[in-house]
């Protein structure tokens, strides 16, 4: 099985940087997701890492280091609309691909 | 855009009624999961099917719950019966790996068994 750790809820200032962490132990490893939910709505998927190192789409980077089980999100110039809770997901074996293992999600408040 | 379509929308029963929720996957897509939310356990995955063949239901409990593709435009999760406990966000999700690894989530069904 999989254990997955983020914090709870982060807060930052528009225009901020803000750095989410996530830590993982698992059986099996196939690539690590993040996703976004505004409060209501469904997750939306934001990046994936499968090998080591930064992926950098826009405002949002993620990076990934499997020999430490370690992820961060990585939010740029913050902006009212990025409140909202980041769901870190740890992918399952090739065999078993998209069954995805969430952690609990990490409430972001982006104040003015 | 492509998405996952789910109903109903919201859901009320009481408890011991059969509750059924419905999810079309996006077109193409060949992997289907249902997952449900609650603010104690978060997002629990509870069975996902490829190409229509179950893969893994072991997330969910077998006495009430049963999850099918009748075809590939549809899948269904009824619980029968319904208790309290299983009053969640239910979304149902779609991908296929050979259109990336994000998979997409449907608007969910919140369910609620007074």
């Known amino acids: 099985g999989q254990n997955i750790d983020q914090p709870t809820e982060m807060t930052a200032t528009e225009g901020a940087i803000v750095q989410i962490n996530c830590t993982y132990q698992t059986s099996g490893f196939n690539g690590l997701f993040w996703y976004q939910q505004h409060a209501g709505e469904a997750p939306t998927f934001l990046s994936y890492?499968?090998?080591?190192g930064l992926e950098e789409k826009g405002r949002f980077s993620s990076f990934l280091s499997r020999s430490k089980g370690y992820s961060y999100l990585l939010l740029k110039e913050l902006q009212m609309k990025d409140s909202a809770s980041y769901l870190c997901a740890v992918g399952g074996t090739t065999d078993s691909w998209g069954k995805l293992q969430f952690g609990a999600g990490t409430q972001v408040v982006v104040t003015p | 855009d492509a998405r996952v379509t789910q109903t109903p929308r919201h859901k009320v029963t009481e408890m011991g009624q059969e509750v059924t929720m419905r999810c079309q996957p996006i077109l193409g897509h060949n992997t289907v999961f249902w997952y449900r939310q609650t603010m104690m356990q978060g997002l629990e995955l509870l069975a996902y099917?490829?190409?229509?063949?179950?893969?893994?239901d072991s997330g969910m409990p077998k006495d009430r719950f049963s999850a099918e593709m009748p075809d590939a435009t549809l899948a269904t999760l009824k619980i029968q019966p319904s208790e309290p406990r299983d009053s969640a966000v239910y979304f149902c999700?779609?991908?296929?790996?050979?259109?990336?690894?994000?998979?997409?989530f449907g608007s969910g069904t919140r369910l609620t068994v007074v």
């Open positions: 099917f490829r190409n229509r063949a179950p893969l893994d």
């Open positions: 890492n499968v090998l080591d």
């Open positions: 999700a779609s991908g296929s790996r050979n259109q990336g690894w994000g998979y997409t």
